[in-house]
């Protein structure tokens, strides 16, 4: 946090604690407030490829972190 605040990013953490329905409703909730952009360590590496889509079709650029997006629109 310290790290991004120096650079002028405001860093928002969530965890979905193994829950995929978790992890997509915090996916929409962050597309829905325009974040400028998501890192996502997707709980299930199959059923995150629509989560980025609907994010990549906001104009949301999305990376992954420690787990591929099968078939997914990732940075």
Same mark, same amino acid.
């Given at each position: 946090e310290a790290e991004s605040a120096k650079h002028g990013f405001e860093l928002?953490?969530?965890?979905? /604690?193994?829950d995929g329905a978790r992890q997509n $409703?915090? @996916? /929409?909730?962050? @597309?829905? $407030?325009g974040v400028d952009a998501l890192v996502l360590a997707p709980y299930d590496s199959a059923a995150v490829g629509p989560m980025v889509a609907n994010a990549r079709a906001a104009g949301i650029p999305v990376f992954t972190a420690d787990i591929r997006a099968d078939g997914a629109d990732v940075v």
């Open positions: 928002r953490v969530q965890y979905c /604690e193994m $409703q915090q @996916v /929409e909730t962050f @597309v829905l $407030q």
